[in-house]
C-alpha cells in the first residue's frame, strides 16, 4: 500500500523509519518532511493543515493510509476531513476525530473529561478575560509556584509556571488581556503545582480497544538539571526504570481503562494515539496533560523499542481489531539526545550546513529540523537532529549517543550533557 505521513519533525522520521520497513508500504510520502525522511520516502512541500492539498495528493497517488504526526491538523479535524468526504472515507487515518483531538486542543476540555471519568489531576479553575479579577483571587488561595496554562495550542509554550503571586498576576493579565498567546489564552487554566516526578505513557486505541506502549520521560528543560527555559524536549528515556508493575498497575486502572472508557462513552471516534503526560507524587500517579498523538522525542525511543510490524499494527487500529494485536518490545532501554540551534528556545539562526551524521555507528540519526539545500543538509528548525541508542543499561545507550554527538557539527550546536541525571 502507498502511505502518507503529515508532519516535518523527528516524531515523524521515526515513523517513516518504522513504516519503511514494513513489507506491506510500497511508497512512502512525508509532508512535508525533512532531509532525514527524504532518505526514506518521498517528501512533498504541503502543509499539513492544507486539507485540500493533501486530499488531492491522496487521490492522485493512490494513498491508503494516513498518518498524522503532529496535533495540529488533528485539532482542525482532518480525520473528520477524510470521513465526511466520500471520495476519501475509506481510506485509515491514525488519529483521533476532532472531538477526540479536543483533550490536547483544550486544557479546560481535558479538565472537565477528567473530573467527569475521576481521573486523578491537580485541582483547577478557568478563566476568561472577563474573570480576570477572580483569576487573581484564586491565584491567592493557591501555594507557589503558580501554574498558568493558555487553554489552548501554543507550539508548546503555553505553560507558564512563576514562585511570584504579583509575577503570576501579571502574567495572567498578560495572557488573558493582552493575548500574550493569541486566542490560544482567551481561556486560562490555573492550576495546583504538583510536586513529583514526570513521565510519559503512550496508549494506541482502536476506539474499543487499546494497548499500552513502552513508558518513555523527557527532559523539557534548555539547561543541565533541568534549569532554564522550557523547550519541546532536549531528549528522552524508555523504558522508565520508576515505573515498576504496581506503578504501572495503578496507571492502567485510574487512569488508561477510565480515559478510554469516557472516551467510548461519549461516542468520541478515536483512532489513534494517547500520549498521558503524568506525575508520580509518593507512590501516585496523577494527569497533568493529554496530547491526542506522540511525544517528541520520546517517539524517537518508543518506537525503536517496538519490534511489530508497524503498518500492520494500524491495520488493526484502522479495523478496530487491535485486541488482535501482541506487543513484542526489545527489553533494551532507548535513550535520545536532541541537538538543537543555538539560541534555542529563543532566538536561533537557521541555514547551518551539517556535517558528520553519516559517520555515526551503533546509533540511530533521526532529522527534526533540518532540509536539504544544494546537496547539503541544513538546519531548518530550532531543534535539528536526535541520537538514539539501545543498550541493556540507559546510561550506556547514553554513552553511545555522545561518542556519536562528537562526529556531527553545525555551527552553534548546543546539547544536554545529563539527560537521565535524576533517574
Do not use: W
Amino acid at each position: 500500500m502507498n502511505i502518507l505521513i503529515l508532519g516535518a519533525g523527528g516524531r515523524e522520521h521515526t515513523f517513516a523509519y518504522k513504516i519503511a520497513q514494513s513489507s506491506k508500504c510500497d511508497r512512502l510520502f512525508v509532508a512535508p518532511g525533512n532531509a532525514g525522511t527524504a532518505a526514506l520516502a518521498t517528501n512533498v512541500e504541503i502543509g499539513v493543515t492544507d486539507f485540500e492539498a493533501i486530499k488531492k495528493l491522496v487521490l492522485d497517488e493512490n494513498i491508503t493510509m494516513v498518518v498524522v504526526g503532529p496535533e495540529d491538523p488533528l485539532v482542525h479535524g482532518v480525520y473528520d476531513f477524510f470521513k465526511n468526504d466520500v471520495a476519501l472515507s475509506e481510506i485509515a487515518v491514525i488519529g483521533p476525530s476532532k472531538r477526540g483531538a479536543l483533550l490536547e486542543g483544550s486544557k479546560e476540555r481535558a479538565k472537565e473529561f477528567m473530573a467527569m471519568y475521576n481521573i486523578p489531576t491537580a485541582a483547577y479553575e478557568s478563566f476568561k478575560a472577563e474573570s480576570l479579577e477572580a483569576g487573581k483571587s484564586f491565584l491567592e488561595e493557591l501555594k507557589p509556584p503558580y501554574v498558568l496554562k493558555a487553554d489552548g495550542l501554543a507550539a508548546g509554550k503555553g505553560v507558564v509556571i512563576l514562585n511570584d503571586l504579583d509575577e503570576a498576576k501579571a502574567e495572567l493579565t498578560d495572557m488573558l488581556t493582552n493575548k500574550k498567546f493569541g486566542a490560544a489564552s482567551e481561556t486560562v487554566v490555573i492550576e495546583e503545582f504538583l510536586d513529583g516526578i514526570e513521565l510519559s505513557v503512550f496508549v494506541l486505541t482502536d476506539g474499543k480497544n487499546y494497548i499500552t506502549l513502552p513508558t518513555a520521560k523527557d527532559y523539557k528543560r534548555i539547561g543541565e538539571g533541568d534549569k532554564g527555559l522550557n523547550t519541546g524536549g532536549m531528549g528522552a528515556i524508555s523504558p522508565v526504570p520508576f515505573a515498576d508493575a504496581a506503578l504501572m498497575e495503578k496507571i492502567e486502572n485510574r487512569i488508561i481503562k477510565p480515559t478510554v472508557d469516557g472516551l467510548k462513552a461519549e461516542q468520541i471516534e478515536y483512532k489513534g494515539f494517547i500520549f498521558i503526560g503524568l506525575i508520580k507524587i509518593g507512590d501516585e500517579p496523577k494527569v497533568i496533560e493529554y496530547n491526542v498523538r506522540m511525544g517528541d522525542p520520546e517517539t524517537e525511543v518508543v518506537l525503536p523499542r517496538i519490534k511489530n510490524d508497524l503498518v500492520s499494527v494500524f491495520e488493526k487500529v484502522a479495523a478496530q481489531k487491535l485486541d488482535e494485536i501482541d506487543l513484542d518490545l526489545d527489553p533494551r532501554s532507548a535513550a535520545t539526545v536532541m541537538l538543537v540551534s543555538g539560541g534555542y528556545p529563543e532566538a536561533y539562526q537557521k541555514g547551518k550546513v551539517l556535517t558528520g551524521s553519516e559517520n555515526v555507528e551503533g546509533s540511530l540519526v533521526f532529522h527534526a529540523g533540518t532540509s536539504l539545500k544544494d546537496g547539503d543538509v541544513v538546519t531548518s528548525g530550532g531543534r535539528v537532529m536526535a541520537v538514539t541508542s539501545l543498550n541493556d543499561d540507559f546510561r550506556e545507550a547514553l554513552k553511545t549517543s555522545y561518542t556519536n554527538i562528537k562526529k556531527i557539527q553545525f555551527d552553534q550546536m548546543n546539547y544536554r550533557t545529563d539527560i537521565g541525571f535524576d533517574l
